[in-house]
């Protein structure tokens, strides 16, 4: 079984940094060292089936693995909560398949209920502690470890391991997925009437804070990540069309780091409120998701639903 095999490769991984502070990652898998190169010799990995589903994946957002790589081009980006008061991403790939992306990072327990609302999405990650893995293993996704797709994937050489573990997309999909396959209950046309004038929002999480800026020039939210502009590898500032500060329950798992700490679990499906920034405004919102295996609704204080600009989206999701 595949969880069998992971465990076996991970159990004897060495732990290593992933965050400053001295936080270390609880478990996570490494891939052996490995230089970068396109030259031939390697196999395509096979491609994911031609149902609609998106990539995902784990992004490493420690202040060593910046700038990252490929962040520009997916259509959603999460923020999420983990050990320490840190944050890591998770980005969504739908309609552009990048050369690449990364840095890859390791999967939590909260990535599962997020990705229900998905049809069998293709999640590329380093590895998971080894306690979680039989939930992965059960969890309705693909998995698309360095352990069994080796061709999608290489070791850079401009950040430390384990800040340098690198995706390439078109190794794991035949093809663009396609709109059809962000099935988040997200409506995208006119902004909903009102609203207050906005410049700039601070989100903060006990140790890391993002800050989107709105630029009247590209009509984007320029995104910032603990004060310092968020540019990929190639000099492309990264901005969004919409940013959704959600207010959700993060709690304790029932999972540690190596040093005790606990893995927080943040709790996507129920209801709450929001803040929608989108054309220089910021406009209160509600959210609710009925159940795992159903999108995120978002709607105004009279019920109106909400309709978000269309390009990127960052959903933040904050303590309430």
Known sequence: MRTTLLATLLLGAVATACTNGGSLDDGRGEMPPRTDSTEGGSTPASPAP?????LVVKIDNAPEARPQTGLDAADLVYAEQVEGGL???MAVYATRLPDAVGPVRSARESDLELLRQFHEPTLAFSGAQTALLPLIDKAPLRTALPEEKAAAYYRGRDKPSPHNLYLRPRRLLASTPGTDALTTGFRFGAPPAGGAAERTRTVRFPAARFTFDWSGEQRRWLVSMDGTPTVTTGGKRVAASTVVVQYVKVRESRYHDYLGNNTPYTETVGSGTAKVLRDGKSFDADWKRLSATGGTEFTT???????????????VFATA
């Open 87 to 89: 944050s890591r991403l």
């Open 301 to 315: 204080k009279d019920g109106t639903p909400m309709n978000f600009a269309e390009g990127q989206v960052w959903v």
């Open 50 to 54: 031609r149902a609609a589903s998106p």
